[in-house]
Nanobody
């Protein structure tokens, strides 16, 4: 069983920045692909960014490309999401996800991000 704990959310003005963290309670963190998802009220959960086990490969939703950066520190069992130039439409609950082939799939409880003036 893997426990994921997100932190770093909050209220920020448009154009501001936040850095989300996801700490995993697992010895084999480096064997999990990590992703960030978000879900706004009344909308389906969407993939924001994903990063490979070694951190050498990442992908982003078109809506966040150039503004968000996903990274990981395997020595600290932690994944990050740096969010810059935040917009009101980025308001959502952000969830950390860990996946490992073939069937391991774990979620955190999420952290709320609100972008408003």
């Amino acid at each position: 069983q893997v426990q994921l704990v997100e932190s770093g959310g909050g209220l920020v003005q448009p154009g501001g920045s936040l850095r989300l963290s996801c700490v995993a309670s697992v010895f084999t963190f480096s064997s999990y692909g990590m992703s960030w998802y978000r879900q706004a009220p009344g909308k389906v959960r969407e993939l924001v960014a994903t990063i490979s086990t070694t951190g050498t490969s990442s992908n982003y939703a078109d809506s966040v490309k150039g503004r968000f950066t996903i990274s990981r520190d395997n020595a600290k069992n932690t994944a990050y999401l740096q969010m810059n130039s935040l917009k009101p439409e980025d308001t959502a609950r952000y969830y950390c996800n860990a996946k490992r082939w073939p069937t391991s799939d774990f979620w955190g409880q999420g952290t709320q991000v609100t972008v408003s003036s």
